[in-house]
């Protein structure tokens, strides 16, 4: 593996926008990387799951503005050693017990995370070693308009600071998996 750069970075265009649109949710299986029919090219994944084995996923609709992804870099020169830390906040409003179970379960397991944003990038959160449910809770304000929901916090420590998805387009899966036809989604 090299350490060097071979190309550098252009300024980009004033287009986009922040912010997270969906996040689905799947049971941590395997690494990807050997999960059923999985591809990727310069850590884009081209295909993931098969017809023997699709890749499950739970979808979790968000409201604007209401979730955050980043992967921090962790390096330290004394060790030789580097990772990404990557953290998913989001918040779901209008709790129920359903939601306080779904809380319990997933911070018991080690999920897999895909993030949708904004741009309709598909980001890949603990693709390696799954994510853990580092902070989260229940909770209603004093006030008749102070939020009432459940704020769940994801943390995954990766060899890479992510991996991304073929974005969508015309193919045959559900959308934003149009291009993987063995991915399930149920709500």
């Known amino acids: 593996m090299s350490c060097d750069i071979s190309t550098g970075r252009a300024v980009s265009c004033k287009d986009a926008t922040g912010g997270i649109l969906t996040v689905f949710i ?7 990387d050997q999960y059923a029919d999985f591809a990727q090219t310069d ?3 081209s295909a993931l799951g098969s017809a023997a084995t699709p890749y499950v ?6 409201r604007r503005e209401m979730a955050s ?6 390096s330290s020169p004394e060790n030789g050693t580097t990772f990404f830390e990557q953290t998913l906040t989001m918040n779901l409003n209008k709790f129920s017990q359903v939601d306080a179970d779904k809380l319990r379960v997933l911070a018991y397991g080690r999920p897999q995370i895909i993030v949708q ?3 309709d990038n598909l980001i890949v959160m603990g693709a390696e070693n799954g994510c853990d449910v580092t902070g989260g809770q229940v909770t209603t304000g004093q006030m008749f ?3 009432n929901g459940l704020e769940m916090t994801f943390t995954a420590r990766e060899s890479l600071a992510f991996y991304t998805m073929t974005p969508p387009s ?4 559900a959308y934003p998996f149009t291009e ?7 709500s």
């Open 26 to 32: 799947s049971n941590y299986v395997s690494p990807l």
């Open 43 to 45: 850590n884009v994944i």
């Open 57 to 62: 996923v739970y979808k979790f609709e968000l």
């Open 69 to 74: 992804f980043s992967s921090a870099v962790q």
């Open 117 to 119: 944003d904004n741009q």
């Open 145 to 147: 308009g102070d939020r």
């Open 170 to 173: 015309t193919g045959a899966g």
């Open 180 to 186: 993987f036809t063995h991915i399930t989604v149920n």
